[in-house]
């Protein structure tokens, strides 16, 4: 639990060009989180500024970690404060921003050591990442301990 940082001007462009008010936002951010999924109960979003704060209880440190990183991966969204309980914890990910020349088998062989395990990586961004080649420079990943 913490606060996560985020590159505000990337990610899902998911409040149009006018600057809505904070409760539209946080209704559009749940919405945006709630189309992957995810395992989580009593989820609450709230924004300020561009500070999002995301409440519920996770079925797992995998679902917590992947609705804060739906959550982050947000234009506009620089930080998300995570207030989410694991019903079993377990142990955390490591996050990675990517940057411009970065894929999948790059990360993996900067945190396994081993190109080849970019599949590990990819399964643990899944669903917000549909193939491995589509990152892109700004995004938030999860990097899961090899044991996930």
């Given at each position: 639990?913490?606060?996560?940082?985020?590159?505000?001007?990337?990610?899902?462009?998911i409040f149009g060009s006018s600057e809505a008010d904070k409760a539209e936002e946080a209704a559009k951010i749940k919405a945006h989180v709630e189309q992957f999924g995810l395992g989580i109960e009593d989820f609450k979003v709230t924004v300020v500024e561009d500070k999002v704060t995301l409440e519920g209880i996770a079925s797992s440190q995998a679902e917590r970690e992947k609705v804060i990183?739906?959550?982050?991966?947000?234009?506009?969204?620089?930080?998300?404060?995570?207030?989410?309980?694991v019903e079993v914890p377990e142990p955390e990910a490591q996050w990675h921003t990517v940057e411009k020349g970065d894929s999948l088998s790059k990360i993996s062989k900067q945190y396994y050591d081993d190109y080849m395990k970019y599949p590990v990586i990819?399964?643990?961004?899944?669903?917000?990442?549909?193939?491995?080649?589509?990152?892109y420079p700004g995004q938030v990943l999860r990097i899961p301990p090899l044991s996930e």
């Open positions: 639990m913490g606060l996560i940082s985020f590159l505000k001007n990337a990610g899902a462009s990183m739906a959550a982050g991966n947000v234009e506009g969204v620089a930080t998300v404060e995570d207030l989410i309980t990819f399964e643990a961004n899944k669903p917000m990442l549909s193939d491995p080649d589509k990152i």
